[in-house]
């Protein structure tokens, strides 16, 4: 998962934000939280996914451009690559939104979040395909473990259930868990904390147009979703889709990647914690049994691997 930062050697800078000074390992957290909440906002908004996808991106927009400006105004634009780079990782995205929108209303808000984390495992993946980087055996070791809880978040052996079609939702989640992972990858090559406006609005445009594509499988767009599911939409767009990635743009290249990947795990707990108290969602025996081992199996691959990190700085 080295290849978050790679482009980003400069980590221990601080940025010439404000946000320079906070630890970025706090707003990784708040980050997480604030993107963990986007599965509950689309299934209280109850509209289908290319609705989901287009108001989330589209809403997003002027609140993104005005923070763009500003960044352009203070660092520049940024280099023809690292726009090329962002366009493919908001395709990337866009599939991302689209499967996890139809996932929530298959399997509920909670599981759908803890089978898309998928997404920390396969980054260490790509790596080493890739790049050819040296992935470690606990990470072997614990993929069994990690796609049985994803069997079990799923309902797949019988573990209750919040949706009608538990493997067909669990498969969409975990697809757009394997997209997402992607669009971490590619944009991790690029991503500056000082660019983090200009990231977000250029990922967000293009995963926009395609996630809106992609969502029309299930539907087209309702461009009058009415007043209550217009103000959750709106919701997502400004918490989950601006707030979220903004802190995650300006705390990630600032981070070793097995952090920033450690303190992602909080996204689909707080998800699921969030889905029980808001939305009445109860979760069967064997699901919340999946959601413990694909925690424990992502963290026994990250967790371990941030602390020799740690270990190797502080030795230098």
């Not at 634009?77 to 499967?99: E, N, T």
């Not at 929108?101 to 399997?107: G, K, N, T």
């Not at 909080?266 to 064997?286: C, D, N, S, W």
Request: proline content about 5%; some cysteine.
């Amino acid at each position: 998962m080295t290849t978050l930062t790679s482009a980003t050697a400069q980590t221990s800078t601080p940025t010439r934000t404000p946000r320079g000074r906070i630890d970025p390992r706090l707003l990784v957290v708040g980050g997480a939280a604030a993107i963990s909440i986007s599965s509950l906002l689309i299934k209280l908004a109850d509209v289908g996914p290319s609705t989901a996808v287009f108001f989330r991106c589209f809403l997003a927009l002027p609140p993104l451009l005005w923070l763009a400006w500003r960044e352009y105004r203070r660092v520049g634009k940024p280099s023809r690559r690292a726009v090329v780079l962002q366009v493919l990782g908001g395709l990337l995205l866009g599939l991302d939104f689209a499967l996890w929108s139809q996932s929530i209303l298959m399997i509920g808000a909670g599981m759908a979040s803890v089978v898309v984390n998928v997404q920390v495992v396969v980054v260490p993946a790509l790596s080493w395909l890739v790049f050819g980087h040296r992935v470690p055996m606990r990470f072997v070791f614990a993929l069994p473990f990690m796609f049985t809880g994803i069997a079990l978040a799923g309902g797949v052996f019988g573990g209750g259930g919040t949706g009608d079609d538990l493997l067909w939702g669990t498969a969409l989640s975990l697809v757009s868990g394997i997209a997402y992972g992607g669009y971490i990858f590619v944009v991790g090559r690029t991503g500056e904390a000082d660019r983090a406006a200009s990231q977000v609005l250029i990922s967000t445009t293009s995963a926009g147009i395609a996630g809106s594509v992609i969502g029309s499988l299930w539907g087209r767009i309702d461009f009058v979703p009415g007043w209550e599911a217009f103000g959750w939409l709106a919701a997502l767009a400004l918490v989950g889709q601006v707030f979220g990635w903004m802190l995650m743009g300006h705390s990630l290249p600032r981070l070793p990647a097995e952090v920033g990947a450690t303190l992602l795990l909080m996204q689909p707990v707080l998800a699921v914690l969030l889905a029980v108290v808001l939305l009445g969602e109860r979760p069967g025996i064997g699901q919340l049994l999946g959601c413990v081992v694909v925690v424990g199996a992502v963290s026994a691959v990250s967790v371990r691997r941030t602390r020799a990190v740690t270990r190797v700085g502080s030795a230098g």
